[in-house]
């Protein structure tokens, strides 16, 4: 219920009273200050607060502060504004600053200064307007000589040095919250992976496959795969295909800083396998040296730098898994270091021990060397025992001859020498495959 405060008959203090004990269960409450206090003066007017005696001015505050709710001393304060000015106003609020030592002349002058300057640090610009008014002897650089660094930058947020000067400031990096910066800590446990991208050469603008490498970091055990793109549709099968291929259980994936393996697909691959995804830190190399060195000593000495078309990329891919990874792991034996510390501290690394990464497996102690579920070391055995280290080496020679031949046929024939003013023919071309125009000359070997 609203009730409406209004200028009605005037009481005696005796009304009053019974009003305030007829009322006493009853609360009333007021929605504008401004009407209230009018209502406050009006009243006081009318019942000529002035002239009445001290017990009707108890009773008439009374009769006031029940009716506006509003507390003792409050209305105290209210009725002394009434006795002493004649009125019952609202006070103004006025904000209190400190006084303005730079002028708008001052800020227009430094907005010219970084204008000019190209917008320095802040201990630069200050050197300048010192120098501005002690060596050059510039009047208008007087308040500005003393300046601090930190107002200085309280005056390039003011509203005036925005309006003069337009600061188009850097594009600040994304922040990608997938993988974390640091290098991981195997502890000699195998199961941690460091990846790589190698990229093969283009030929005439037309991109090639894509190597992807993974090297555990305390076995080696080495598995390298082959995608068309280097894109989530091609590359997520790859990396799930070769995830497959370790014979233990994953525990950590560290890649560098690429694109191709810090996006949401592969952390939520990698979540689903609740393995640890971890990437290489700023100046850092050796975080991912283990696997930059094979990339080198395996993947280019075996495949070359000549160009691979697309097409391929699943019949390489074939023979990375039946052939190339069977070989690195089980018959291409690796340097493993032997760490000594000297009095010093300093560590030195002494590469004597030569052993495959199965046979690296199998020497870990037997609470480090497990192995995924339905695989087994008879199983491996087997596997490793069924051809000599170079038997397997010369098949695996042979596999790759033949799959370079399948790679030549997809791409242009090798033409035939020139004779003198005779003109180049259009280059042969395996039905089905697809080849840009103005190719000449095939793979390199």
Known sequence: ???????????????????????????????????VYRWIEETLQRYRYRQLSKEGRGVLREFLVKMTSLSVPQMTRLVGQYLHTGQVREREYHRRRFPSHYSKDDILLLAGVDEAHGRLSGPATQ??????????????????????????YNLRQSVTYRRRCVVVGRTKPTQVAYG???????????????????????????????HIN??????????????????EHYLKPVLEAMLEQFPFPLRGFHSDNGSEFVNQP?????????????????????????????????????????????????DIAAFYQEWLNPYLNYHRPCAFATVTVDAKGKQKKVYETYQTPYERLKSLP???????????????DRIAKADSDTEF???????????????????VGIPEPLRDGQKAEAPSVASGSTVPKGRTGGPRR
């Open 366 to 380: 037997k609470k480090k060397r497990q192995l995924r579920c339905g695989i087994t070391f008879a199983e491996l």
């Open 266 to 314: 592969v952390a939520q691959m990698l979540e689903k396998l609740r393995v640890e995804f971890t990437k290489s830190r700023p100046r850092r190399s050796n975080d991912n040296g283990l696997v930059e060195t094979k990339n080198g000593a395996v993947v280019r000495k075996h495949i070359g730098y000549q160009w691979l078309p697309p097409s391929r990329a699943g």
């Open 127 to 152: 050197r300048i307007l010192e120098r501005e008014w002690e060596v050059f002897e510039q009047p208008e650089f007087e308040r500005l000589a003393s300046i601090s660094v930190s107002h200085l």
């Open 1 to 35: 219920m609203t009730v409406t405060m209004g200028s009605g008959k005037i009481l005696s203090a005796e009304q009053i009273r019974q009003f305030l004990k007829a009322s006493a269960g009853i609360d009333f409450s007021a929605a504008d200050r401004t009407g």
């Open 393 to 411: 080496a010369r098949k695996m020679q042979k596999a790759k001859q033949e799959l370079f031949r399948l790679c030549a046929q997809a791409g």
């Open 180 to 210: 974390e910066r640091r290098r991981p800590d195997p502890q000699g446990r195998p199961g941690y992976i460091r990846i790589d991208t190698v990229h093969q050469p283009e030929w005439d603008g037309v991109k090639s496959v894509y």
């Open 214 to 231: 993974a090297v555990d970091e305390v076995t080696q055990w080495e598995v390298v795969g082959c995608a068309e793109k280097i894109s």
